[in-house]
């Protein structure tokens, strides 16, 4: 499963000939809270992801339907914080964002504190293309899905009882300890005509406050593609991502600064999101098939895969 060695730049895991990568959250990972079977669950949960992905760019398929297709696949996933498995609110409900964006035409779709929609990465590209705008939240947003054909449900297909005991434990409200667990799911690609996409799906922070909305569905901090520069998928603590606009950032360095993406991806976690505190990561890929997966948590759950189908996940650091 783990084929692929990665490289090293400043901690960060650099790839070359990448076309997928996919993440399902950062955090308090270590092997003291995993045990080897979770572990081996995880793992192979995010190879399935790439590789749903994957078997679409091979056949030709946009960078876009491939992003879509693993996030779907993870949302579906009750381990992972995003579809089915999401976390609960300080009031005991469900409100999930996603976002996605096309690298080639700048066009992206977003959905905020949504109840009622399975896959609501499926939703954001509903709203990129049929809508005008770029974030619809609430009955507004499940309308538009509805309308669009996305699989309507009872909130409580979200449940599973693993997050009920989290937020029990948790006395029903956010914790600021040091380190949390964010398993928030996202996917960026490049095609073979070398466009970009980007998508990221979540059921938000555990016990957060009703209406909150974090930077997953925020183009530009959780979420951003363009051809020209990146595509990036974000995860951790979101109120961090939001206030040093990270997904951007890394594509301003690149554009303005003229930097690689390494570098660019290994400054937004090291200089950008250190500087208020923040935790987490992110996944980045380039137009040239270059891909890093930074994160300056203990973990984070993250996998790509290259042209020729080999397989790189991981989870701890390296
Ligand atoms: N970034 C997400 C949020 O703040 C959480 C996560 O990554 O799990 O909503």
Known sequence: MTDKKPKHRRGTEVFGDVVLAVHGGAGALS???????REQEYLQHLESALRTGFVLLKRGKRSLDAVEASVRYLEDCPLFNAGRGSVFTADGTFELDAAIMDGRTRRAGAVAAVSIVRNPISAARAVMQDTKHVMLAGAGAELVAAE????IVNPSYFFTEQRRKQWEELGHHEHDETERK??????????????????????????????????????????????????????GHGESFMRTVAAYDASALMKYRRMG????????????LDSVKGQGGL?????????????????????CITADGEVYTAIYRP
Not at 148 to 151: C, D, L, R, S, T
Not at 261 to 272: H, N
């Open 182 to 235: 964010f398993g928030t799911v996202g996917a960026v690609a490049r095609d073979r005509r070398g466009n970009l996409a980007a998508a990221t799906s979540t059921g938000g922070t555990m016990g957060k406050r009703a209406g909150r909305v974090g930077d997953s569905p925020i183009i530009g901090a959780g979420t951003y593609a363009d051809n020209a520069t990146c595509a990036i998928s974000t995860t």
């Open 283 to 303: 996944i980045a890929i380039d137009a040239s098939g270059n891909c890093a997966l930074p994160f300056n948590t203990s973990g984070m759950l993250r996998g």
């Open 261 to 272: 993406l390494a570098r660019a991806a290994t400054e937004v976690v090291r200089v950008g």
């Open 148 to 151: 669009a054909g996305v699989e």
């Open 31 to 37: 092997r003291a809270v995993i045990t080897a079977e």
